[in-house]
């Protein structure tokens, strides 16, 4: 089986920096990635991580420890617009199995 | 721009009553997935499709069914709604098994 656990709720304020942390127990793990979910709308893909490090694309990032079991989603320069639920997900067996999300994260952003 | 359509978007029927909820895709994935998510609430996987003649149950038991008939269509079934399948179903393709490309999704409401 697998365990993904993050967040249920953090609030930031506009302009600043947050950090949304993901920890997963898994076998045959594969990947690891982040969506993100308007209220009332579908996810949307974030990013992918298979090897350790951090991938940036813009104004987020994302960064895996494989050996931790541990991922961040780290978000820059807040604006309103990214008050949403992040989730993480996790995909094991070489992609053969689907993707598995995390409760997710709801974020909101205040001025 | 994903072109993945899910129709209807919204519906309110009574119970007993047999529905199909269809989802259309046109990049030729062969992937395909139906998640189950209450307003808030985590997705949950309720079937996917590898590919055409190919289902599979996902990890929320569900009383509906799929087909795989055509590469770009996997529609949905209920035989007999209840008000416990009030939620949203939401249609996913993919490509690959963890980038997904998500429909606008269909808001069942059975009273």
């Known amino acids: 089986g697998q365990n993904i656990d993050q967040p249920t709720e953090m609030t930031a304020t506009e302009g600043a920096i947050v950090q949304i942390n993901c920890t997963y127990q898994?076998?045959?793990?594969?990947?690891l990635f982040w969506y993100q979910q308007h209220a009332g709308e579908a996810p949307t893909f974030l990013s992918y991580n298979v090897l350790d490090g951090l991938e940036e694309k813009g104004r987020f990032s994302s960064f895996l420890s494989r050996s931790k079991g541990y991922s961040y989603l780290l978000l820059k320069e807040l604006q309103m617009k990214d008050s949403a639920s992040y989730l993480c997900?996790?995909?094991?067996?070489?992609?053969?199995?689907?993707?598995?999300f995390g409760k997710g994260t709801r974020l909101s952003v205040i001025a | 721009e994903a072109d993945i359509y899910q129709t209807p978007r919204y519906l309110v029927i009574g119970t007993g009553k047999k529905i199909t909820l269809e989802c259309s895709q046109t990049m030729g994935h062969d992937k395909m997935y139906w998640y189950q998510q209450d307003p808030g609430m985590e997705l949950h996987l309720i079937h996917y499709s590898y590919g055409v003649n190919s289902t599979e149950k996902g990890d929320l038991s569900s009383e509906s069914t799929v087909s795989r008939i055509r590469t770009e269509h996997f529609p949905l079934t209920l035989e007999s709604a209840r008000p416990s399948h009030t939620s949203q179903y939401l249609c996913a393709s993919s490509e690959y098994a963890g980038e997904l490309f998500f429909g606008e999704g269909s808001r069942l409401t059975v009273l």
């Open positions: 898994t076998s045959g793990f594969n990947g």
């Open positions: 997900a996790v995909i094991r067996n070489s992609g053969n199995t689907p993707l598995v």
